[in-house]
């Protein structure tokens, strides 16, 4: 079943063709513990934008490996997209944009981005 999420003021939205998320990462990189990701990841054709596009804009940091996407009017990040460790195109969807899931509920894997 899919499910959807979006920015805070939702001029950018998607839909993940997949089941909620029981499962998010938290990363302690100076990125993520700034923002407070609770992030999940899909392959990148289960992500579909449905709205927004031309609200976003990307943020590079690092190895500029992950395109991070924030909305331009509210700059709340939804997702980011990049590749997985095999090389497959994926898409990170921050979970606490996301209406279904509850960030209490989801069992955390902690990450330790800080020391990459």
């Known amino acids: 079943m899919a499910f959807e999420g979006s920015c805070h003021c939702g001029k950018v939205a998607y839909t993940v063709d ?8 938290a990363c302690n990189c100076s ?3 700034r923002k407070g990701f609770l992030l999940a990841f899909f392959p990148a054709a289960q992500f579909r934008l449905e ?3 031309e609200d976003l ?7 500029h490996a992950i395109e991070h996407r924030f909305c331009t009017t509210c700059g ?5 997209m ?7 195109e994926m898409a ?3 979970l606490r944009c996301v209406d279904a899931a509850d960030p ?4 955390i894997q902690k990450v330790d981005g800080a020391s990459f």
Do not use: I, W
């Open 18 to 25: 997949a089941d909620v998320p029981t499962q998010a990462m």
């Open 31 to 33: 990125h993520c513990r």
């Open 51 to 53: 709205r927004g596009e």
């Open 57 to 63: 804009k990307s943020y590079f940091f690092y190895k």
């Open 76 to 80: 709340t990040q939804p997702f980011a």
């Open 82 to 88: 990049g590749k997985m460790p095999d090389g497959s």
């Open 92 to 94: 990170a969807v921050n």
């Open 104 to 107: 209490d509920a989801l069992e």
